[in-house]
């Protein structure tokens, strides 16, 4: 089951402002929490990539689901962890498209971006 979570677009948009993740729209980032999933994840993204947009006339925008059996119980900062580790998948055009966790030839490692976007929230504290 799904449902729109509201708590974690506030956050979602209070990071972006707060760390001046400036090529991300919080705007186009719509937030959702699922319930009974069988993943182990905490959170997942979905990027309406090139051909949907074309399909529906649409910008480009991303889904931020939350699975609340695993994402719920965590402490607030180990929650903007995992937020932070999902917006580092838009990449920097803001496309619709997602980077994946591998690294590229001469592109910086993800998880780098991930701790990078840490480091910042950290010195906010």
């Known amino acids: 089951m799904w449902s729109k979570a509201p708590d974690v677009q506030k956050v979602i948009s209070s990071l972006v402002a707060r760390l001046d993740i400036s090529w991300v729209d919080a705007k186009r980032i719509h937030c959702f929490r699922s319930i009974n999933s069988t993943a182990r994840a905490y959170a997942r993204i979905w990027g309406l990539n090139n051909v949907w947009q074309l399909a529906l006339d649409q910008e480009p925008a991303?889904?931020?689901?939350?699975?609340?059996?695993?994402?719920?119980?965590?402490?607030?900062?180990?929650?903007?962890?995992?937020?932070?580790?999902?917006?580092?998948?838009?990449?920097?055009n803001f496309s619709g498209a997602l980077l994946p966790h591998v690294r590229r030839r001469g592109k910086r490692n993800f998880h780098d971006r991930v701790e990078e976007m840490i480091r910042q929230y950290d010195k906010l504290k």
């Not at 900062?77 to 999902?86: A, D, F, P, S, T």
């Not at 917006?87 to 920097?92: T, Y």
């Open 62 to 92: 991303y889904v931020i689901e939350v699975l609340s059996e695993h994402f719920d119980d965590l402490k607030d900062r180990e929650k903007n962890k995992v937020l932070l580790h999902e917006i580092a998948h838009i990449p920097k």
